[in-house]
């Protein structure tokens, strides 16, 4: 249980914004010593909370994501596995801390919009889409066709809906890859990968499939749904609450979403992974941990960390919008630069192209990448410009540029586009927006959603650029290699 680098970890992705929010609050002044104090309450909380819940998730989720995986494939039964796969891909989902705070700050913006059938058309769509991603794996399909063909039928259900449900439908496939799914996706599917020796593209894939899925179920929904007048949030009750009474409605609702979990874990346990005692109970212990963290993270987050992000948004809005411009653009940089999934990330590119994509640029193009996403987020929203002339484009780009990259680029560069999306994506930047476009009242407060699709959708296209260079390098390599 290694504690001290999960804080190491945490607090420098947290730390950083941290420290430039306080720095510009008072700056603008925005904040008086008092809200100083809560706002420094709350990013302790931040962290303390992504810290206890990260630990946990690595003690008792990770282990037993990849025994589940290896007992799913090893029935040799393709129904087993797309109803396992299903069920605990949607359950896994439904206590992600960044898919709450997602249908949360939906609700807020617009009323009419149900939360908890967000929440679970959310879950739905990653289940359906882990159990694709499954049966891909076992069956050999290929990934750059189920890709195809599921962007192909996104975008023309993205045409039957308006600009919101379109941002919260993509802005929905970043949130579901955070600290909770991800790392049980991963293990589950490394556990089905291990039966398939010797191919390296079928370790991955399974974060960018289990993503597509919430967009396309969102959009589905969205075509039963009329968006109504979106209002500034109100954050009074969010306010009066003591941080005791906070924490105590946090809890409810946190032991209200993991129990599903826990008792499919159980019925898993007693059916067929029958772990031995001391291993069932280090399991048990990780789940207590994860649960008092999102607990914790919870609380800090509604206390008073997103409510500073929209405070300074609206500051920055009226103070200049190129001001927003230049820190939205530090907050992106901040934000990959610490992400502890990001490292992963360049490592693993790296060692796919045998050291000729260094870590460091791969770390500075998606730094870059990143930066320059959020100011085109916010560039939509100070303008109230529609999403489609940002995602068409982009992913037009994507699916083009999938053609020429190497099959194992093209699943780690849709992998990556969840990677930068952690929880700071939807607990400062798309708050940050929110206020920017509150802070004007000629725009709509819908046109804050889709920072977290375009955090997203970067990282996806500048790996398939570096695959498709790291592919160019190894023909000319090879030719030299044919003259000698």
């Not at 009074?236 to 979990?261: D, H």
């Not at 780009?397 to 990677?419: E, K, Q, R």
């Amino acid at each position: 249980m290694d504690i001290a680098r999960q804080a190491k970890e945490v607090s420098l992705s947290v730390l950083p914004i941290a420290l430039l929010s306080i720095i510009l609050s008072l700056a603008l002044g925005i904040m008086d010593w008092g809200e100083l104090g809560a706002f420094m309450l709350s990013c302790v909380l931040v962290i303390v909370g992504l810290t206890i819940f990260l630990t946990g998730v690595d003690v008792g989720l990770l282990p037993v994501g990849g025994r589940l995986g290896t007992a799913m494939t090893r029935s040799h039964n393709i129904l087993i596995l797309v109803l396992s796969a299903f069920l605990l891909g949607a359950i896994i989902t439904i206590p992600e801390p960044d898919v709450q705070v997602l249908a949360t700050q939906v609700a807020e913006v617009d009323p009419s919009m149900p939360t908890q059938a967000l929440t679970w058309a959310i879950a739905i769509g990653v289940g359906i889409f882990l159990a694709i991603s499954l049966v891909r794996t076992v069956l050999g399909w290929s990934m750059k066709l189920i890709l195809a063909l599921s962007y192909t039928a996104i975008f023309i259900l993205a045409f039957f809906n308006n600009d919101f449900l379109v941002s919260v439908a993509f802005d929905s496939g970043g949130a579901t890859t955070g600290p909770l799914s991800v790392p049980f996706i991963m293990a589950l599917g490394m556990g089905v990968a291990s039966l398939r020796h010797g191919d390296e593209e079928a370790s991955f894939g399974y974060v960018a499939l289990s993503s597509v899925g919430p967009v396309m179920a969102v959009l589905v929904l969205g075509l039963f749904f009329s968006s109504s007048s979106a209002l500034a949030p109100d954050t009074s009750a969010q306010a009066a609450l003591s941080l005791g009474r906070l924490f105590q409605t946090k809890a409810s609702e946190v032991g209200t979403s993991l129990l599903p979990l826990v008792a499919v874990l159980v019925l898993c346990q007693i059916l067929f992974l029958r772990m031995p005692r001391i291993e069932a109970t280090r399991v048990a212990v990780g789940i207590v941990w994860a649960y008092i963290g999102i607990v914790v993270f919870f609380t800090g987050v509604e206390y008073s960390f997103s409510s500073v992000a929209r405070q300074l948004g609206a500051a920055l809005m009226a103070s200049s919008p190129w001001l927003l411009y230049v820190c939205g653009f530090v907050f992106g940089l901040c934000v990959v630069l610490a992400e502890p999934a990001v490292l992963v990330l360049t490592g693993q590119v790296e060692e796919a192209s045998n050291g000729r994509i260094p870590r460091r640029l791969m770390l500075a193009a998606l730094a870059l990448g990143v930066g320059l996403a959020v100011v085109l987020a916010l560039v939509r929203t100070v303008n109230d410009l529609s999403i489609w002339y940002f995602i068409l484009p982009g992913y037009a780009l994507i699916m083009l540029a999938m053609l020429a990259t190497p099959g194992l680029f093209s699943a780690i560069a849709f992998d990556s586009g969840g990677v930068a999306t952690g929880p700071m994506s939807s607990t400062f930047l798309l708050p940050l927006a929110i206020g920017a476009a509150s802070g004007n009242a000629a725009l709509g407060l819908t046109a804050s959603f889709g920072m977290i699709a375009m955090i997203a959708m970067m990282p996806i296209l500048l790996v398939e650029v570096l695959g498709i260079w790291y592919a160019h390098q190894e023909r000319k390599s090879r030719r030299q290699e044919g003259k000698k």
